[in-house]
């Protein structure tokens, strides 16, 4: 059999961005390289005074440059507390290489950020709200951080003091996101989100306190006692 090359015509080849080509892949896993880029130093202190967030036994001291304690201009204002837990994966053990990032508003209620454009609570320009920390290898992290005021939900309610979080972790090919809520806090009862997550799960989502300043907080990934994440 002989192919006139000049009368030859081929069908048209699919783009291969298209996904009866090759279909949808799914994303790449993350970590655990971010030990070794992401976390800085002071990173999982928001008042500037701590060199906790990063783990410089993962990366060459020549990288751990940001911030020395004592660097911040002035202290936030506000209650500064410290927030201790656990990553746990789904059978219990801690998970080494996880890495924890935070945002909140300061202790007035107020993000620091162009898209709260309200004039009053005011900003604390020494208090950005955003924190990093990588787990020890036992599992443990640690933020020190200003306790956060309320902010407006929907409607006229204001929610109850929290802190956002994402969770990142080796084998997760999205980060997780869920929330610190402090138990016993002011507005836990009628607060719109937590009131979304069933009564018997809530604990999942409240630190509790250990000492006056400090309060702890378990993540759990897996299993019966998962803490509660959200679909955003």
């Known amino acids: 059999m002989t192919t006139e090359l000049e009368s030859r015509r081929p069908a048209l080849r699919l783009d291969n961005s298209h996904p009866d080509m ?13 030990h070794y ?16 967030g990063a783990r410089p036994d993962l990366y060459p001291v020549s990288h751990y440059v940001l911030r020395s304690p004592g660097s911040a201009s002035e ?7 410290d927030i201790i837990g656990c990553v746990l994966d789904g059978r219990g053990d801690p998970v080494p290489d996880a890495m924890i990032e935070i945002w909140q508003a ?26 990093r920390a990588a787990t020890a290898e ?3 992290y640690r933020f020190r951080t200003i306790y956060p ?28 996101v869920t929330r610190i809520y402090f138990d016993g806090a002011e ?12 009564e018997e799960r809530r604990s999942t989502l409240l630190a509790v306190r250990s000492a006056p300043d400090r309060w702890s907080f378990d993540i759990v990934l ?11």
């Open 22 to 34: 090759f279909g949808q892949t799914p994303s790449q896993t993350v970590g655990p390289y971010f």
């Open 149 to 176: 005021g309320r902010v407006p939900g929907g409607g006229n309610i204001l929610q109850a003091p929290h802190i956002a979080v994402s969770v990142f972790a080796r084998g997760l090919l999205n980060r997780l």
């Open 138 to 140: 036992d599992g443990s």
């Open 187 to 198: 507005g836990n009862g009628e607060d719109p989100i937590l009131n979304l997550v069933e």
């Open 37 to 52: 880029g992401l976390p800085w130093k002071g990173g999982a202190d928001l008042t500037g005074q701590l060199e906790i």
């Open 75 to 81: 202290m936030p204002m506000g209650e500064v507390i």
């Open 106 to 131: 300061n202790s007035v209620g107020r993000y620091y950020s162009t898209d709260d454009t309200r004039k009053d609570p005011p900003m604390d320009p020494h208090f950005i709200g955003f924190g």
């Open 222 to 232: 897996q299993g019966d006692n998962e803490t509660v994440f959200f679909t955003i």
